[in-house]
C-alpha cells in the first residue's frame, strides 16, 4: 500500500460540463517529490485541491496511509498547502501567520512559540518574526507561507505553483531551498508548476498532465529520454521536440520513414514495431541535440538530409541552429559548431538510438 | 560617508539657487492660499468671532453658550442628534455588512441584487424625502400597500410621531438612503482580500466563524473604519431629511437648529448668535467624535498585534 493513493479520481465542475480531471490514477510513496507539470487547465490545481480539501470530488477516491480522506475536513487530513499568493495574512505579523494554525488546534502558548521559532529558522526567517507581510519581499512573504505549512506537521506539502509570483532569479535559488527543507523534513511532497525546468529539477517523478489525463508518471529523465505521448516530447524541453510527419515504407534496404525532403532508415530495433504502419503516417520526433550537424557532409546510419542554416542563435554554453527539412521548421542544438555561419550547408544525421514515433491517431509512443 | 559625498556634491556640483527661483514655488502656490484665505479662513474666523461676542459686539466668553443651552429645544436637539448618529451608524453599518458580504458572493442575480441596491444612492435627498413623506401620509404608499395585503384594516397614522419615535423614523429612512454608500466601500475592502486568504485558513483548520472573525473582519478594518467615519461624521450632521420629512422642529437636530435660525427666524437678534454658536458646536462635536474612534479604533489594532 503506497503513502497516497488517488483511484479513479474525477473532477466535473457542472453536470453535463467537461471532465476537468479525468479517472486519474496514481500512487505516491512516502518521502517522495512529487510534480504536476502541464499547460494551464490542464486539471493539475484541480486535482492539488480536491487532495487539500479545498474542492470536492466528482468520482473516485483519495487515500492517504490506506484510509480514504474523502469524508474528512482539511485539518483531519493532515496536508497543508503553499499557495501561488502565499496567503499569508496582512493583519498578523510573521509570527501570528505561522502560530495561527496552532491557535486553531488550541497548542498551549510555550509550544506555540517553540514550534514557530523553529519553524522559522528552517526558513531563515527567525529575524522577521515581529514584521508584518508589507513590510517584506515577496521572496520573504513566501517563506513565512513555507514556516507556516511546516509548523502543522502534515503528513503530506500541496504546493500550488509557489514560485512562479517570484522574479526569475529568485524563483531558481528558492526552489532549491524548498527541495532542501523537503529533504531535511522527511516530507512527502506535491508540486504543482506548469514550468518545465522547475519540474525538472525539483522532482523524484513527475506526473506529466495535459486535459485532465495522466501523459506520463516518470523521473525527470524518463520524461524527458523517453517520453510515453507526443505532448510530452513537445511539453518538455527547451526547444522542444522536433516533429516530422512520415509514411512508413518497406524497401530492399529495409525499413524507410519517408517525410518532407527526407527519408531516413528505421534502425533495426524498431523495424519490427514500425511494421504494422507500412503504407501509413506516422510521426517522427528527434530531440533538438540528437541532430548530429556535419559541415562536411558526412552521412551516418541516421542519415536525414542536407539543408542550409538559416539562423545561428549564439547562448553561451550552445547555440540554437534553424534550418528547414521540407517544409518543417527544425532547431538544432549543438556544442561543437556553436560558431557556424547562417547559410553553411550541412548534413543532418539523427543519433543513434534517439529517434521517436509516435501513432497519429492516439499521440502514444510507438516502440 | 555616502551622507557626507552627498552634502558636497549639492554644494559644488550645482549652481546657488537665485532668490527668485527660490520663491517659485511660492509663487505657484499662493493662488490656492489666497483662495483658502478669502473663501475658507475669513468665513471661518468671522463666525469664530460671533461666538466669543454678543449683540454689542462686546467680547463674551461663554455668553452665547448660555443663550443656547436655554434657547428652545436644545437639550433634545443634543439627544437626538446623539441618538441618531449612535443607532444610525450601528444600523446601517451592520446591514451594510451583511449586504456586503452576501453581494461580493458568487451567485445567480448578485450583479442585479447589487445594482437594486445601489439605487438609493442615486436618488437626491429632496427626492428621497419625497418618496417618503407621500409614503407616510394618511393616504401614502405605504399604508395603501399595508392595506391592499390586508395586514392591516386602518390606515396607520406616521406623520403624528413624536419624540423618538420621530427619531426612529427618521433614521429609517436616513438608513434607507446611505447604506448603499457604506455597503460600496466594503465591497471594494472585500475585493481586497484574496480568496487564497480565506482558503488558506481553511486548510488550517478554521471554521466559518473563525474565518470571518479572524481573517476577514480584520482585513476589512481600513475600509471598515473609513466607512464608520464618513457615516458618524454625515449623522452628526444630519438636517436635510428630518426637516424635509417632518418639517422644523418635530425632530430637532444640531444641524436643524442652525437651519432653523438661518431659514426660519432670521429677523430675530439672537437668530445669527445661535446659529453661529450651534455652529461651532457641531464642529467641535464632529472633531471630537472623529478623534475618539480613530483613539479607539487604532488601540484595538495595537492591541491585537501584541495578544498574538
Known amino acids: 500500500m503506497s503513502y497516497l493513493e488517488i483511484r479513479n479520481l474525477q473532477k466535473k465542475y457542472t453536470k453535463n460540463g467537461p471532465m476537468i480531471v479525468n479517472n486519474m490514477n496514481l500512487s505516491i510513496e512516502k518521502g517522495e517529490f512529487i510534480v504536476f507539470l502541464g499547460p494551464s487547465g490542464c486539471g493539475k490545481t484541480t486535482t492539488i485541491r480536491m487532495i487539500s480539501g479545498l474542492e470536492e470530488v466528482t468520482g473516485g477516491d483519495i487515500c492517504i496511509e490506506g484510509e480514504s480522506i474523502l469524508a474528512k475536513k482539511p485539518k483531519e487530513r493532515g496536508v497543508s498547502m503553499i499557495f501561488q499568493s502565499y496567503a499569508i495574512w496582512p493583519h498578523m505579523t510573521v509570527f501570528d501567520n505561522i502560530a495561527y494554525p496552532l491557535k486553531l488546534q488550541n497548542v498551549p502558548r510555550e509550544e506555540i512559540r517553540r514550534r514557530v521559532e523553529t519553524a522559522a529558522a528552517a526558513t531563515d526567517i527567525q529575524g522577521l518574526l515581529k514584521r508584518y507581510p508589507a513590510q517584506m519581499s515577496g521572496g520573504q512573504r513566501q517563506r513565512v507561507a513555507v514556516s507556516r505549512a511546516i509548523v502543522v506537521e502534515p503528513k503530506l506539502f500541496l504546493m500550488d505553483e509557489p514560485l512562479s509570483n517570484l522574479d526569475a532569479k529568485l524563483r531558481v535559488s528558492m526552489r532549491t531551498e524548498l527541495k532542501n527543507i523537503h529533504n531535511k523534513l522527511g516530507a512527502t511532497s506535491i508540486f504543482v508548476t506548469h514550468d518545465q525546468a522547475e519540474a525538472m529539477s525539483l522532482a523524484d517523478r513527475i506526473v506529466v498532465m495535459y486535459k485532465g489525463n495522466i501523459e506520463q508518471i516518470g523521473t525527470p529523465m524518463e520524461v524527458y529520454q523517453d517520453s510515453a505521448t507526443r505532448f510530452v516530447a513537445e511539453f518538455i524541453g527547451t526547444p522542444p521536440t522536433n516533429f516530422f510527419m512520415t509514411s512508413i515504407e518497406r524497401t530492399e534496404e529495409g525499413v524507410q520513414a519517408v517525410g518532407d525532403g527526407f527519408c531516413y532508415q528505421v534502425p533495426v530495433g524498431l523495424t519490427d514495431t514500425l511494421l504494422p504502419y507500412a503504407g501509413r503516417k506516422i510521426e517522427m520526433g528527434v530531440r533538438p541535440e540528437y541532430i548530429e550537424i556535419s559541415p562536411g557532409l558526412d552521412r551516418t546510419e541516421g542519415y536525414l538530409t542536407d539543408v542550409d542554416i538559416r539562423f545561428v542563435e549564439p547562448q553561451g554554453s550552445h547555440s540554437i541552429l534553424i534550418a528547414k527539412v521540407g517544409a518543417t521548421e527544425i532547431k538544432i542544438h549543438t556544442t561543437k559548431y556553436m560558431d557556424i555561419a547562417a547559410g553553411s550547408r550541412v548534413s543532418l544525421n539523427v543519433k543513434e538510438g534517439r529517434v521517436m514515433f509516435f501513432d497519429c491517431d492516439t499521440g502514444k509512443r510507438v516502440k | ?308
Request: aromatic share 12%.
Open chain 2, 1 to 308: 560617508m555616502s551622507k557626507s559625498t552627498g552634502q558636497a556634491a549639492s554644494t559644488v556640483g550645482i549652481p546657488k539657487k537665485s532668490s527668485f527661483s527660490r520663491i517659485i514655488p511660492y509663487v505657484l502656490l499662493a493662488p490656492v492660499f489666497i483662495y483658502y484665505a478669502v473663501f475658507w479662513l475669513l468665513p471661518v474666523v468671522s463666525g469664530v468671532k460671533e461666538v466669543f461676542t454678543d449683540l454689542n459686539g462686546d467680547f463674551t466668553l461663554v455668553g452665547n453658550f448660555k443663550l443656547m443651552a436655554e434657547s428652545d429645544l436644545f437639550n433634545e436637539a443634543v439627544m437626538n442628534t446623539a441618538a441618531f448618529a449612535v443607532i444610525s451608524v450601528i444600523l446601517q453599518y451592520l446591514l451594510a455588512l451583511v449586504l456586503a458580504v452576501l453581494l461580493s458572493r458568487k451567485f445567480k442575480g448578485a450583479k442585479l441584487l447589487m445594482f437594486v441596491a445601489m439605487i438609493p444612492m442615486a436618488i437626491t435627498p429632496t427626492a428621497t424625502a419625497i418618496l417618503w413623506k407621500t409614503g407616510l401620509v394618511r393616504d401614502g404608499w405605504i399604508n395603501t400597500l399595508l392595506l391592499q395585503f390586508h395586514l392591516i384594516s386602518e390606515p396607520l397614522v406616521f406623520m403624528n410621531a413624536e419624540g423618538f419615535k420621530a427619531v426612529l423614523m427618521v433614521i429609517l429612512i436616513d438608513t434607507w438612503t446611505v447604506t448603499p454608500s457604506v455597503m460600496i466601500i466594503l465591497i471594494a475592502g472585500l475585493q481586497g482580500l484574496q480568496r487564497e486568504m480565506k482558503e488558506a485558513a481553511y486548510t488550517f483548520g478554521a471554521n466559518k466563524w473563525q474565518i470571518f472573525k479572524d481573517i476577514v473582519l480584520p482585513i476589512l478594518k481600513p475600509s471598515i473604519t473609513t466607512s464608520i467615519i464618513m457615516r458618524l461624521i454625515a449623522a452628526i450632521q444630519v438636517w436635510a431629511i428630518a426637516v424635509m420629512v417632518m418639517g422644523y422642529s418635530k425632530t430637532p437636530f444640531l444641524v436643524e437648529r442652525i437651519a432653523f435660525y438661518v431659514d426660519v427666524v432670521p429677523g430675530v437678534d439672537t437668530s445669527t448668535k445661535l446659529a453661529f454658536t450651534y455652529s461651532f458646536l457641531t464642529t467641535i462635536v464632529v472633531l471630537l467624535a472623529t478623534v475618539v474612534y480613530l483613539k479607539v479604533s487604532h488601540k484595538g489594532v495595537q492591541k491585537g498585534g501584541e495578544q498574538a
